[in-house]
């Protein structure tokens, strides 16, 4: 059956990757994506804490970065017990993995961000994502441990049922397709001097970057943007 994958974003302990994989047992998850994780990979107290989840972690692929470990997928929800400056959707945990159950019955791949124990994802990691997933928990005590998150994702998955039946709808777009559209943009308004002055440089960036991973794009949609701005340029520089 077609599943999320769970990414955890540069975990920093072996044994709260176990128990994440333990955790996406539990509710019949099988697909675990690790991306720079601190102490190595693969990592012997992980296998332990696993107990008889192993597996996941003998089958979960290893990335040196996030956009790495993005690339295939359509749909990205971001867990985070932080408030952000970014503009998202912002999904409980039982209608995010409803969406996820939804968006998959029409054929997507969807991923499920989990940042690392100590401070959560980071805003570069939130901007890739489609929308922003928050546990209606105490706002005195927010913080919960990886798997913890984990495991309450994985229950919703569960609960949310069967994937609906598929149904024909415009192919989306990747993350890989949408970073190229991104680094094509960025590059060229660049080149045009937008990202002024120097010191808004970057959240002028981060900002763009959060637009795009936003919005709910096609591939046709991303070929019309691609040639709308090589349209612009060939008019400048003709």
């Known amino acids: 059956?077609?599943?999320?994958?769970?990414?955890?974003?540069?975990?920093?302990?072996?044994?709260?990757?176990?128990?994440?994989?333990?955790?996406?047992?539990n509710f019949g998850?099988?697909?675990?994506?690790?991306?720079?994780?601190?102490?190595?990979?693969?990592?012997?107290?992980a296998v332990a804490m696993a107990s008889g989840a192993g597996r996941l972690l003998d089958a979960a692929s290893l990335h040196d970065d996030l956009p790495a470990a993005l690339a295939d997928r359509h749909l990205v929800l971001a867990t985070t017990a932080r408030p952000r400056g970014l503009v998202k959707d912002v999904l409980t945990p039982e209608a995010a993995m409803q969406l996820a159950r939804?968006?998959?019955?029409?054929?997507?791949?969807?991923?499920?961000?989990?940042?690392?124990?100590?401070?959560?994802?980071?805003?570069?990691?939130?901007?890739?994502?489609?929308?922003?997933?928050?546990?209606?928990?105490?706002?005195?005590?927010?913080?919960?441990?990886?798997?913890?998150?984990?495991?309450?994702?994985?229950?919703?998955?569960?609960?949310?049922?069967?994937p609906v039946a598929p149904a024909e709808a415009a192919e989306s777009a990747t993350r890989r397709e949408i970073t190229a559209l991104a680094d094509h943009y960025e590059e060229r308004l660049t080149e045009a001097g937008f990202f002024f002055p120097e010191a808004k440089a970057g959240p002028m960036r981060l900002?763009?970057?959060?637009?795009?991973?936003?919005?709910?794009?096609?591939?046709?949609?991303?070929?019309?943007?691609?040639?709308?701005?090589?349209q612009l340029v060939r008019r400048r520089d003709g």
């Open 1 to 25: 059956m077609s599943q999320p994958a769970f990414v955890l974003v540069r975990p920093q302990m072996g044994e709260n990757v176990g128990a994440a994989a333990r955790a996406m047992a």
């Open 29 to 45: 998850l099988e697909q675990m994506r690790v991306v720079a994780p601190r102490d190595g990979w693969p990592n012997p107290r």
């Open 102 to 162: 939804r968006r998959i019955g029409e054929g997507q791949k969807v991923a499920v961000l989990f940042g690392p124990e100590r401070a959560g994802l980071e805003n570069e990691d939130v901007a890739l994502a489609s929308a922003v997933v928050t546990v209606p928990v105490d706002p005195a005590f927010p913080s919960l441990n990886l798997a913890q998150c984990v495991l309450l994702m994985a229950y919703e998955w569960r609960r949310a049922g069967a």
């Open 207 to 230: 900002n763009l970057r959060n637009l795009w991973n936003r919005l709910s794009l096609t591939h046709g949609d991303v070929q019309i943007f691609h040639g709308m701005l090589r």
